[in-house]
């Protein structure tokens, strides 16, 4: 299983910046959909926003979304236990 967080877009024809509005921590986890279909066609400006090479065209939906894979858990908590601050 595994979680999925995404903020979803409209192009323009001219819009190629886009921001990411969820955390991650990999950026292998962050992926871009045209039209429902994968694409490699971008970079990460910063991390909080992702370029595009080209403006996707107007009225394609650009979704950008994050995976994370739940099997493998970046840290290990136990019921019972505290988290603190520090």
Do not use: H
Not at 48 to 76: C, W
Request: proline share 5%; charged share 20%.
């Amino acid at each position: 299983m595994a979680y999925t967080i995404e903020t979803n877009y409209v192009g323009d024809g001219d819009t190629v910046i886009f921001a990411i509005t969820f955390p991650f921590i990999n950026r292998d986890d962050v992926f871009v959909q045209l039209d429902g279909s994968l694409t490699t066609d971008f970079f990460f400006n910063n991390e909080t926003t992702i370029q595009m090479n080209e403006a996707p065209a107007m009225g394609v939906d650009v979704r950008i979304f994050r995976v994370t894979p739940s099997e493998f858990l970046k840290a290990d908590f136990f019921p019972g236990s505290s988290i603190r601050a520090q």
